[in-house]
């Protein structure tokens, strides 16, 4: 298949998770904004549409080593690989990422004001994922998988106590949202993850791991903005 501009960014990702990399490196969202199209993606970043394609069709068309097809995978599946890779890598990675923006601002904040921004921004990604992860996890998750098995089952929708799995679905994309735009403002205020000259390696460090953070944060809310929660809404119609 070849990449046009009317395809959704989310559509070409869940076809082929190798394309996320492409939309990468032109710093068009593939996760929060997978519902617009490749032309309104360019536009948005400022670049040129068939250059973005030409990456995109170089992708699709080259031999595929074996990139896992997310899209076809069932709920539980992709539940199992959400909290054990991506839940995992947050719970590890975000102790240290607050513990070293606190230390970078503290040493370097009086040359680098904007490290304090940073620090509060980590600070409440922190907590906000934290809260997020949870709530999936012990409400969303389980709920997702039950109502799942009952489709395969072909039995009745478990009870929902929260109506629609939309309501909590648009939630958790609220908070992806809210994530992300914390993301991208760190990335701005540190010059995309570059440290200046005077950076120590702390400083070094901490721009490293907030950079895979944002990575895999990408990767995260893709998984599950884009093929489990339709997937989830799916079910929950054919159910009804």
């Given amino acids: 298949m070849t990449a046009t501009r ?17 939309f990468e490196r032109f710093e068009i969202d593939f996760c929060c904004h997978g519902c617009q199209t490749v032309g309104e993606g360019c536009e948005q970043a400022g670049v040129e549409a068939p250059v973005v394609i030409a990456a995109l ?53 009086s040359r680098h004001p904007e490290l304090t921004r940073v620090a509060t921004l980590v600070q409440g990604v922190s907590d906000e994922m934290t809260s997020h992860m949870m709530k999936e996890e012990h409400i969303l998750f389980p709920y997702l998988t039950s109502m799942a098995r009952a489709a395969e089952q072909g039995a009745r929708a ?26 991208a403002e760190i990335r701005s205020l540190t010059n995309g993850f570059r440290p200046p000259a005077d950076a120590c390696g702390t400083y070094v460090v901490c721009l490293q791991q907030l950079e895979a953070f944002e990575r895999d944060l990408h990767a995260h809310v893709h998984l599950e903005n884009n093929i489990l929660f339709p997937k989830a809404a799916r079910i929950e119609a054919a159910l009804a």
């Fill in 57 to 109: 069709d170089a992708v699709l068309e080259s031999p595929d080593p074996g990139t896992p097809r997310f899209n076809s995978w069932d709920v539980s599946r992709l539940v199992d690989h959400i909290v054990g890779t991506h839940h995992g890598y947050v719970r590890d990675a975000l102790p240290r990422l607050v513990a070293h923006s606190r230390k970078i601002a503290d040493v370097h904040g």
């Fill in 6 to 22: 009317d395809m959704t960014v989310r559509e070409l990702v869940a076809i082929d998770y190798r394309t996320a990399e492409v």
């Fill in 158 to 183: 478990p009870m929902a106590p929260f109506g629609t799995v939309r309501n909590p679905i648009r939630m958790m994309e609220a908070e992806h949202e809210s994530a992300g735009a914390a993301m």
